[in-house]
């Protein structure tokens, strides 16, 4: 039987390391940001539901979601922001469900993984078998991220005040793992965690 785990974690966590370890493994990798992207693609509903509920002015001349456009309509504006997650985040839980079904209709991955950084604001947690958590303290995730992101620190401190705690995520967690230490330290609990899945 094909196990599905939902992997969250914050800004920093080491969240897409711990997919991309997964997948050279041999799971199957579902990103939620691509699967985000493909929403906004003309045709798709929530295309035309953006559309209407924000007016043709986010449109780019190809007929695409100018993404750029449609952040300014909603950044700063927590009711706008409601508006928009409430069309696209059905939408992408229902290409990930599908795409879940047609990997295991084919067999060709015992593992699936569902990367998903609103894992929990969404309430995707129940798509998966396992809910796999990333954490990092703020102030590795602060020292990480403004050194990746090249953004001055308050940048990342703004942005990981928007976001759940590591407690609230650890709460909801069936698997935490700890990414405060080196990468290989990470990547060896992950080994683990995947040698008891595929036991």
């Known amino acids: ?3 599905v785990i939902c992997l969250t974690g914050g800004i920093a966590s080491g969240k897409s390391t711990a997919a991309r370890f997964l997948k050279e493994q041999g799971a199957h990798v579902i990103d939620a940001d ?19 509920a924000f007016g043709s002015d986010v449109l780019a001349p190809d007929g695409t979601i100018d993404r750029k456009a449609l952040g ?20 992408i839980r229902a290409l990930a469900e599908e795409e879940i079904a047609g990997v295991r209709a084919a067999g060709t991955a015992r593992v699936i993984v569902l990367e998903a950084a609103v894992l929990f604001e969404a309430g995707w947690q129940d798509v998966g078998d396992e809910v796999w958590v ?3 303290d703020r102030d590795v995730a602060i020292a990480r ?3 990746r992101d ?12 928007a976001q759940l705690s590591n407690a609230e995520r650890i709460a909801r967690a069936d698997v935490v793992i700890d990414n405060n230490g080196t990468p290989e330290a990470m990547l060896a609990q992950l080994r683990l965690q ?6």
Do not use: C
């Not at 691509?34 to 209407?52: C, F, I, K």
């Not at 995947?194 to 036991?199: D, L, T």
């Open 145 to 147: 991220a403004t050194q």
């Open 134 to 136: 990333n954490i990092v």
């Open 34 to 52: 691509v699967l985000g992207h493909r929403t906004y693609e003309p045709g798709s509903s929530a295309h035309a539901q953006v559309v209407a």
């Open 1 to 3: 039987m094909t196990k």
């Open 194 to 199: 995947w040698e008891r899945i595929n036991a």
């Open 72 to 91: 300014a309509k909603v950044f700063g504006k927590p009711e706008a922001l409601k508006q928009l997650t409430a069309i696209v985040w059905p939408a």
């Open 150 to 161: 090249k953004v001055p620190q308050a940048t990342i401190e703004k942005r990981l005040d």
